[in-house]
């Protein structure tokens, strides 16, 4: 079958167990035939039907039979506009520094709190040593 393109409108009309596709890495699959098979159930399926099934695709781990299942059931690419919702897995793809500086957050937030109980320390000390000298 030669490829179509769809876009998440196209995409989005089909929706229902009688006539459902998801969008998976970017690709079309026509998964009406394979709902009642899912080992993972119907309902998830459903639940993602006419829509961006990547993360939950993704986050399932799903095997490598899985992905070979997948193929059978391949009608075309997403055709992507701007504003359009874009898969997790591209977007951390893209981004990885903002990764480096979340760890960097981590380490200052640490550096903070203990600063933080440091100065709550000698100021409890220093306190404690006012009201011995009255
Ligand atoms: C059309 C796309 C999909 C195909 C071809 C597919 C195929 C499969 C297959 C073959 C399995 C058996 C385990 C394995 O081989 O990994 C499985 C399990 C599972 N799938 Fe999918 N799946 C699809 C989409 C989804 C989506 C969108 C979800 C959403 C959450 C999902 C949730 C699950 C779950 C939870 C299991 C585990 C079931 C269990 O271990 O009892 N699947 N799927």
Redesign the pocket.
């Known amino acids: 079958m030669a490829a179509k393109e769809y876009t998440y409108q196209d995409v989005a009309e089909h929706n229902t167990k009688k006539d459902l596709f998801?969008v998976?890495h970017d690709k079309v699959?026509d998964?009406t035939k394979?709902v009642d098979e899912?080992?993972?159930g119907e309902e998830?399926?459903l639940?993602?039907g006419g829509q961006d099934?990547t993360e939950?695709?993704e986050?399932?781990g799903?095997?490598d039979?899985?992905r070979e299942?997948?193929e059978k059931?391949y009608v075309g690419t997403v055709k992507r506009k701007p504003g359009d919702p874009t898969p997790k897995a591209t977007a951390s793809a893209v981004s990885p520094p903002a990764d480096t500086s979340g760890a960097g957050m981590g380490t200052a937030l640490y550096a903070f709190v203990f600063v933080g109980g440091l100065a709550a320390y000698f100021g409890y000390q220093y306190l404690q040593n006012q009201q011995n000298k009255a």
Do not use: C, K, M, Q
Request: charged letters at 10%; aromatic letters at 16%.
């Open positions: 998801v998976i699959y998964t394979f899912h080992p993972g998830v399926l639940d993602v099934a939950a695709f986050d399932v799903h095997s039979e899985a299942t997948l059931y």
